[in-house]
């Protein structure tokens, strides 16, 4: 039996992360305090070239080669500047080629655009991939600068991905038997393999993307392959916080979030991954944290398939305008027959529900703002009344532990005692309890809760 390799840490960049050359010199000190860890760095493209590249390769396709140029100008100048930053003017020469090969291939695709005015997904992906590609080059010849031991690997030898261009399916099976062979040997204690996020490839060997903001998902995938000990997602904040800081400025960073209530407020747009980015290493039993660039020994937050702390609330999120149906029977059908004939017509006309509150002869539910409600009043006008109300805000209170808490609704109740609460509904999952209020109320109520539900005390284990 071969020995079992060290278990490696999993340091994941976002764009902002290596927007230049003083955050790339900022992301090379993390790696190096991290390399005890063996780190596989997985590394986004800087700042806003992905746009830039799409930008660009859009204008070729309509045939607008001048302004794909440009846009490529503008992406070169930015990378040689952070090259030439980052190496006092003088970038070692197969940096410079790395570098200038890249452009000339990413000029060359979009020429070949502009020629056939014909963007195909897989071309777009083939001109998307060029970021993380040019990222993580400079980072790498960095390191080595630096003098740590650094190896670069095209993630496309190891990211195995069907041929749905510009959102590739991973196949984690071979993943992992390509991680064996093009990562394994180069990861220890005291070196460092660096690689991208956001692109893979085909059996074939063509170029796929992920998808955009897919190198989360890449490290949760990489992770997942190499059995990390955790993967981190280095941001620019400091982990997910309990509540939006714009709206509650006390909002505090969740030292432990569970997966299912990283996706409760995730649904609601906080600002937290996508949970289905990091479900592979979830799934593996793989810790994922997500951190501050800025502030690398500050808080973060630790996102696991369960957690066991005592606290009750975890996060509040909220979402807003949203419009709320309440649906009457006129002809005070049984129950049972009025709600199937109901979700019929919303199934039909393919809107969807959000929250869902019953009565005896009529039914609540909130839909999006944008909702066209025409056809709904029509269909609906033969067996049922319905009264709209427009304007609305869902507040919801995520907590792994809301069911077990006695007193919650004392609790909401009290804090919003003057604010009307519409509607009331606990998810299935028992671990989001939502209200609807007038979306005038929706700040305020954040705070109000957030004072009588987390405080700053109650959230505990903050260091
Ligand atoms: N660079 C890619 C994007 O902007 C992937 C990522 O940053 O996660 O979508
Ligand atoms: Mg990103």
């Known amino acids: 039996m071969p020995p079992v390799p060290a278990k490696s840490v999993v340091m994941k960049f976002g764009g902002s992360s290596v927007a230049d050359a003083i955050c790339m010199r900022q992301v090379a000190s993390l790696v190096g305090n991290a390399l005890p860890m063996a780190p596989l760095v997985v590394l986004s493209a800087m700042g806003k070239t992905t746009n830039g590249l799409f930008t660009a390769a859009h204008a070729a396709e309509i045939g607008d080669l001048p302004t794909a140029l440009e846009q490529l100008k503008v992406i070169i100048q930015n990378h040689r500047r952070a090259a030439e930053d980052l190496f006092d003017s003088s970038v070692p020469d197969d940096l410079d080629h790395a570098l200038t090969d890249a452009f000339g291939q990413t000029e060359l695709l979009l020429r070949g655009v502009a020629l056939l005015r014909e963007l195909s997904p897989r071309s777009q992906d083939a001109i998307a991939s060029f970021g993380e590609q040019l990222s993580s080059r400079i980072l790498a010849a960095f390191l080595l600068h630096q003098e740590l031991d650094t190896t670069w690997v095209d993630a496309r030898n190891v990211m195995r991905t069907d041929n749905t261009f510009g959102g590739g399916q991973p196949d984690s099976e071979a993943i992992r038997e390509l991680a064996k062979t093009s990562i394994t040997p180069f990861l220890g204690p005291g070196r460092v ?16 993307t992920l998808g955009r903001g897919g190198s989360d998902y890449s490290a949760a995938l990489f992770g997942a392959a190499l ?82 702390t005592g606290r009750s609330v975890t996060a509040l999120a909220s979402r807003g305008p949203i419009t709320v149906l309440t649906v009457s029977s006129s002809r005070m059908l049984a129950q049972s027959g009025f709600l199937a004939r109901l979700f019929e017509v919303f199934g039909r006309l393919k809107i969807s529900v959000d929250l869902v509150a019953t009565a005896e002869v009529s039914v609540s539910l909130t839909v999006e703002a944008d909702t066209s409600l025409k056809a709904l009043i029509k269909e609906l006008s033969s067996f049922a009344t319905l009264q709209v109300a427009e304007n609305r805000a869902i507040v919801a209170i995520v907590g792994e532990r ?14 919003l005692s003057d604010i009307n609460i519409e509607m009331i509904s606990m998810g299935a999952n028992e671990i989001n309890l939502s209200i609807v209020i007038k979306r005038e109320h929706e700040h305020e109520t954040l705070r109000r809760l957030h004072a009588a539900l987390i405080g700053s005390n109650d959230i505990g284990g903050t260091p």
């Open 193 to 208: 393999v660096i690689t991208q996020g956001y692109i893979g490839a085909t059996e074939e060997g063509l170029t796929t």
């Open 227 to 308: 059995q990390a000990a955790e993967v981190q997602i280095w941001t620019d904040v400091e982990g997910v916080l309990t509540c939006d800081p714009r709206i509650v400025p006390g909002a505090l960073p969740i030292p432990e979030l569970s997966f299912s209530e990283a996706a409760e407020l995730a649904a609601f747009g906080a600002k937290v991954l996508h949970p289905a980015t990091i479900q592979p290493a979830v799934e593996a039993g793989i810790p994922v944290t997500v951190r501050s660039t800025q502030h690398p020994q500050g808080r973060f937050t630790t996102i696991t398939g369960e957690v066991h």
């Open 402 to 415: 809301l069911k077990h808490t006695a007193g919650l609704g004392s609790r909401v109740f009290g804090a």
